[in-house]
């Protein structure tokens, strides 16, 4: 079991920034990668970023890229989203989730990741 848990959450103007932490606990040393996916009111869930334990590649989202990045601090478990130039359109609740094994080898697909933590609201005012 891995335990997930999200904060940095908040309210910002349109053009500032914020910073997500994901602390995980539990068997987090046979985890895979870890993720960031987010879901807005009446909208489908969404990929926003992953980063590999091991190594530390990064993936992104077409729509976040060059104004998110995700980073990771092994010996804390803890993953970091740090969001700059935030728009109105990233307003969404912002989950970390963790990922076991390579299985596709993509990133972006929900479904391949076994943990979720239980949110944090991002909101974002035009």
């Known amino acids: 079991q891995v335990q997930l848990v999200e904060s940095g959450g908040g309210l910002v103007q349109a053009g500032g920034s914020l910073r997500l932490a994901c602390a995980a606990s539990g068997r987090t040393f046979s985890s895979y990668a870890m993720g960031w996916f987010r879901q807005a009111p009446g909208k489908e869930r969404e990929f926003v970023a992953a980063?590999?334990?091991?190594?530390?590649?990064?993936y992104y989202a077409d729509s976040v890229k060059g104004r998110f990045t995700i980073s990771r601090d092994n010996a804390k478990n803890t993953v970091y989203l740090q969001m700059n130039s935030l728009k109105p359109e990233d307003t969404a609740v912002y989950y970390c989730a963790a990922k076991m094994r390579s299985y596709s080898g993509r990133y972006d697909l929900g479904y391949e990741y076994a943990y979720w933590g239980q949110g944090t609201q991002v909101t974002v005012s035009s």
């Open positions: 980063i590999r334990w091991s190594g530390g590649s990064t």
